[in-house]
């Protein structure tokens, strides 16, 4: 009961509050980061054939931007690069899908300061965005943004 006061007691204070928080976040993110990860696993063991599984690449996708959105810029890319292998095994590079992975990677390596790789994977996105949707199309120009580094 005094353990439980106590707490309270630090968490009703704003600094013992922002502490908890803190922590409490932190620990969230973690376990939600361990559990993504063994879903990517264990969608690969469940898999007929991982290497064309559609399903698999955007979880892979889905993931890598959960990790991109915490910071995590080299994990991202590898989830990202699971994303694109298959995608251009199944669809090949004139794909929407393709562009979209080629895209992210790009975003990863721009946030990461590596800016001639960022490009490169840009441009592959910009490439392939032009042939299937066009100059005019909004996911065409966010290529062209993100080459804009």
């Known amino acids: 009961e005094e353990d439980k006061k106590a707490i309270l007691s630090m968490v009703e204070t704003g600094s013992g509050f922002n502490s908890v928080n803190g922590k409490v976040n932190e620990r969230m993110r973690n376990w ?3 559990t993504l990860i063994e879903a990517v696993k264990e969608a690969e063991e469940k898999s007929e054939d991982a290497t064309t599984d559609l399903d698999l690449a955007l979880l892979s996708n ?10 995590k ?7 990202f690069k699971k994303s694109i292998e298959i995608g251009l095994k199944v669809h090949g590079n004139e794909h929407c899908d393709t562009a979209l992975y080629y895209n992210n990677i790009c975003g990863g390596y721009k946030e990461m300061g590596d800016y001639e790789r960022a ?3 840009g441009n592959k996105s910009l490439e392939v965005r032009l042939k299937v949707l066009g100059n005019e199309h909004i996911d065409t120009a966010a290529s062209y943004n993100n080459i804009g580094i």
Request: net charge negative.
């Open 62 to 71: 889905n993931v890598g931007k959960v990790f991109c959105n915490d910071g």
């Open 32 to 34: 939600v980061e361990e």
């Open 73 to 79: 810029y080299e994990i991202a890319i590898t989830y």
């Open 119 to 121: 490009l490169d994977y």
